[in-house]
């Protein structure tokens, strides 16, 4: 079922996806999935391992997620089209890599939650208004 | 490459990249070698990309796609008006911070 993204869903689709959760993104994780698959065994098994690492400690969900996952698709599907060494690509430190790169997408709601509640906390404390300090989302 | 080094390039890291960029357009790839090259010899290619994402997503680069002979297209990035600009800031900032120290330096011996 393709959903142009521009055209307005039909009922159906909405009711559905208020059930599902978008559809959309539901695509763009299997055109992912059927991507790593296509690489080389030990991209493969590093894409997965990252993989595995985001769901438990990635910072983003939904589409921004998606966004994600195919930016390191794109570096892991040109990494092995040059050959690129599995160390190169990751460096020494793997952990720092991904915080790096993950750091580039907004974090999902429940951290942006309590970002947004820390930092009014801390704003109600100092003595200020916090109703100026709604700002924290990336 | 030390652990120190690793330290100190993280907050640089980003002006490198595009102070390398200022002199012409180049892909991932290229910057990487290029920096080991130029001595930064454990810089890894996910830290490069993982760079050139966020001054792709914050208007610092403009991007094109050329198609590679062998796997995707490669993502060139050239550096625009405002990665220019911010280019500046970075060397501004740079020698603000290299004077201090060196004055720390002096004043230490």
Known sequence: ?138 | MGKQLTEMLKGTLEGIVLATLSGRPAYGYEITAWLREQGFSDIAEGTIYALLVRIEQRGLVDVEKVPSEKGPPRKVYSLNAQGREYLEEFWRTWSFLAERLEQLREGGK
């Open chain 1, 1 to 138: 079922m393709e959903t142009g993204s521009n055209e307005p869903k039909s009922r159906y689709l909405q009711y559905l996806e208020m059930v599902t959760g978008p559809l959309e993104d539901k695509r763009r994780y299997r055109q992912y999935k059927a991507r790593i698959k296509q690489l080389p065994q030990n991209y493969r098994t590093a894409a997965e391992a990252l993989e595995r690492y985001l769901l438990l400690l990635g910072p983003a969900d939904g589409a921004a997620a998606m966004a994600m996952y195919e930016d390191l698709t794109d570096l892991f599907e040109r990494s092995a089209a040059d050959g690129t060494p599995i160390r190169d690509i990751f460096g020494e430190d793997p952990v720092e890599f991904v915080e790096a790169f993950v750091a580039n997408y907004p974090v999902g709601q429940w951290r942006s939650r309590e970002r947004n509640r820390f930092t009014s906390a801390v704003a109600r404390a100092a003595g200020e208004d916090p109703a100026r300090e709604d700002k924290t989302e990336r």
